[in-house]
Nanobody, 116 residues
Framework: QVQLVESGGGLVQPGGSLRLSCAAS????????MGWYRQAPGKQREWVAT???????NSADSVKGRFTISRDDTTNMVYLQMNNLNPEDTAVYYC??????????WGRGTQVTVSS
């Protein structure tokens, strides 16, 4: 199986930036696509961005132009650079990985709070 651990969340002022990290371990050879999701209180979990094993990326319209997903295969890390944050970005951010078997794995999440 795959284990995912997110880090980098915290409190930031509107307009600020944060860089989230996701460390993957376990059966990492089976990982195909990785991504980031977020969930605000009382709302459904929302897809944020994904990146394939080949490096292709995609992101939600709500974050395009502000968030950038990337990966470092040498360290099995996935990152989410978040710029120009606004209060609507406040949520728990979850790292996600899809194995070749199509099994989905999730991290425990990291809290991002955008507030003045």
């Amino acid at each position: 199986q795959v284990q995912l651990v997110e880090s980098g969340g915290g409190l930031v002022q509107p307009g600020g930036s944060l860089r989230l990290s996701c460390a993957a371990s376990g059966s990492i050879f089976s990982i195909n696509t990785m991504g980031w999701y977020r969930q605000a209180p009382g709302k459904q979990r929302e897809w944020v961005a994904t990146i394939t094993s080949g490096g292709s990326t995609n992101s939600a319209d709500s974050v395009k132009g502000r968030f950038t997903i990337s990966r470092d295969d040498t360290t099995n890390m996935v990152y989410l650079q978040m710029n120009n944050l606004n209060p609507e970005d406040t949520a728990v951010y979850y790292c996600n990985a899809r194995a070749a078997s199509m099994i989905l794995y999730w991290g425990r999440g990291t809290q991002v709070t955008v507030s003045s």
